[in-house]
């Protein structure tokens, strides 16, 4: 099992990143995909996940309305569309792997090595 972060940067506030979560050795379909972020000093925060099958979506309320997370299920890969990034949005993302969704890092078996958001103001 692996997952391969990748799409981060460094952004003005008010633009866009797309995030990508590539899994290999299992079909990321048939799980629970979550992405989380660490900021510098902070612990690490449950951000968006979408559940296997139907892919129903969850957002921390400080995202919801700007951040998509969304699956491509031929690629085997899940993305998070973030729109009207903001500066306290700055850190480094991970995606992470589960069979049930939940907001607790915990909860998740399988990590990507993160990609860095940086947003300015």
């Known amino acids: 099992v692996q997952l391969q972060a990748s799409g981060g940067g460094l952004v003005q506030a008010g633009g866009s990143l797309r995030l990508s979560c590539a899994a290999t050795g299992f079909t990321s379909s048939n799980y629970v995909m979550g992405w989380f972020r660490q900021a510098p000093g902070k612990e690490r925060d449950f951000v968006s996940a979408?559940?296997?099958?139907?892919?129903?979506?969850y957002y921390t309320d400080s995202v919801k309305g700007r951040f998509t997370i969304f699956r491509d299920n031929a690629k085997n890969t899940v993305y998070l569309q973030m729109n009207g990034l903001k500066p306290e949005d700055t850190a480094v993302y991970y995606c992470?792997?589960?069979?049930?969704?939940?907001?607790?890092?915990?909860?998740?078996?399988?990590w990507g090595q993160g990609t860095l958001v940086t947003v300015s103001s």
């Open positions: 979408i559940s296997r099958s139907i892919g129903r979506t």
């Open positions: 992470a792997v589960g069979t049930l969704v939940s907001h607790d890092g915990n909860e998740y078996n399988y």
